[in-house]
């Protein structure tokens, strides 16, 4: 069956530090791929997605993510964390036929 | 582009009155539309797809008579929660598949925030 797995439930970063948030999916063919925010309250942002192409996708508030075929991952990445990033990350996957989301990643993002 | 609201942004209700929560794409046509539930710190549960002008198709565990949906224009989907109880109490988002197929892009409501007491 298909899957998204986010490994880390919570991650703490500090402000200008860099970060990784990590996503692996289950699926036969390539997906489509998103990253999504939601910050406290708040419904989903979309930060950048993945369809096909390059396999290093730019996102909106400095955020990137790249597609590893062979790791089954799509891990997002920002260079430097500012506090205003603190909030939970979903990754989703869709195989054109169902939308799947990860369980959520937490930052916290300390001074 | 591409805005989703939701209306209302939050709900206090007696227990058994029911509660409707509407959903609106501004500037783009939805065919579709899907309807999530989230428990606090959980992902998102997705409840049913709601497809403009037919019924909506409910996940399994969703009570159909219980969460009542429609879709009557390519802008518009209501979620009714009918005879809420406070089990019901939880923060419900709409999404908005722009696009017609379900790899484009989804784009998602502020999320209406439900309190049966």
């Known amino acids: 069956a298909q899957s998204v797995t986010q490994p880390d439930i919570h991650i703490t970063v500090s402000e200008g530090a860099s970060l990784e948030l990590r996503c692996n999916y289950s699926y036969g063919a390539t997906p489509y791929l998103f990253w999504y925010v939601q910050s406290p309250g708040q419904g989903l942002q979309l930060l950048l997605k993945y369809f096909s192409g390059d396999t290093l996708v730019q996102g909106i508030k400095g955020f990137e993510a790249e597609f590893k075929r062979s790791q089954s991952s799509f891990n997002l990445r920002k260079p430097s964390v500012h506090w205003s990033d603190a909030a939970e990350y979903f990754c989703?996957?869709?195989?054109?036929?169902?939308?799947?989301f990860g369980t959520g990643t937490s930052l916290t993002v300390i001074p | 582009g591409a805005v989703v609201s939701q209306h209302p942004s939050r709900v206090i209700c007696k227990s058994g009155t029911s509660v409707k929560i509407e959903c609106r794409s501004l500037?783009?046509?939805?065919?579709?539309m899907f309807w999530y539930r989230q428990f606090p710190k959980q992902s998102l549960m997705l409840m049913a797809t709601s497809n403009e002008g037919s019924k909506a198709t409910y996940e399994q565990g969703v009570e159909k008579d219980k969460f009542l949906i429609n879709h009557a224009s390519l802008t518009l989907s209501t979620l009714t929660v009918t005879s809420a109880h406070p089990e019901d109490s939880s923060f419900y988002i709409c999404?908005?598949?722009?696009?017609?197929?379900?790899?484009?892009?989804?784009?998602f409501g502020p999320g209406t925030r439900l309190l049966v007491l």
């Open positions: 999404s908005a598949l722009l696009g017609g197929a379900l790899w484009e892009t989804q784009y």
């Open positions: 500037d783009f046509q939805a065919t579709t």
């Open positions: 989703a996957v869709s195989t054109g036929n169902q939308f799947y």
